[in-house]
């Protein structure tokens, strides 16, 4: 019972790898489209989603199975359920990256205005908090788990910057005003991967220490 338990566990731990590396590349796919405002590359993220997805279902379905079947306890226990969370968090960065594609197309030469927000230093850090956050669960690190916090501050407050600049670009040009809300709403999705990064960082920081961490600020 103990080696077949095992055997499942590293499965489960290869999979949820592989998703984060999926999700990651779709991420970093999607703000390669917004640099170039690349229809194309925007649509094979759109028609990829499914794949992950699926996966995604999977993970969470062996999770299941290995309750349902082993009954683990202990630091088995507390991993399956982290992985399930996680691998609801890595589904979501995957959406994301799609909602950022779907943006892009929207947008994709279309005049926006005077609406002209660099995403490049917010793209840079979303990416890396991700990267940690995959790092910390590679290598059960609390203490790259936890910088990933800090990170997250900083996002925030890029994307406040973007909400502020938008608020004048529709001032300036209100004609362009559906287009501009549109590119504003990348800096969400960049946000938002952000914010599942750092719940991913949570579980982590929750698996190594046994303390739960959502709340802390």
Avoid: W
């Avoid at 199975?65 to 979501?92: C, G, M, S, T, W």
């Avoid at 005077?114 to 917010?122: E, L, T, V």
């Avoid at 709403?185 to 579980?203: P, V």
């Amino acid at each position: 019972m103990a080696a077949n338990l095992h055997k499942e566990m590293n499965k489960i731990k290869k999979s949820i790898l592989s998703l984060g590396a999926m999700a990651e590349h779709r991420f970093r796919r999607s703000i390669d489209a917004v640099k170039k405002g690349d229809r194309d590359i925007a649509q094979s993220i759109i028609d990829s989603d499914v794949e992950i997805d699926e996966l995604e279902v999977d993970i969470e379905e062996e999770c299941l199975k290995i309750l349902a079947l082993y009954q683990p306890v202990a630091v088995d226990l507390r991993f399956l359920i982290a992985v399930i969370k996680i691998n609801n968090d890595l589904e979501r960065v995957a959406d994301e990256a799609v909602n950022i594609a779907q943006r892009v197309k929207s947008i994709s030469g279309k005049n926006i205005g005077k609406y002209n927000f660099d995403y490049s230093r917010m793209a840079e850090l979303a990416g890396l908090m991700l990267k940690k956050s995959l790092d910390a669960l590679v290598q059960m690190d609390s203490d790259i788990a936890e910088s990933v916090q800090t990170t997250d501050k900083l996002v925030n407050a890029i994307r406040n910057e973007a909400y502020d600049a938008m608020k004048d670009a529709i001032i300036s040009s209100p004609e362009y005003a559906g287009q501009i809300v549109n590119r504003y709403l990348i800096a969400r999705h960049l946000e938002r991967i952000g914010d599942h990064a750092t719940n991913i960082a949570e579980e982590v920081r929750h698996l190594v220490n046994g303390k739960i961490v959502r709340h802390e600020t």
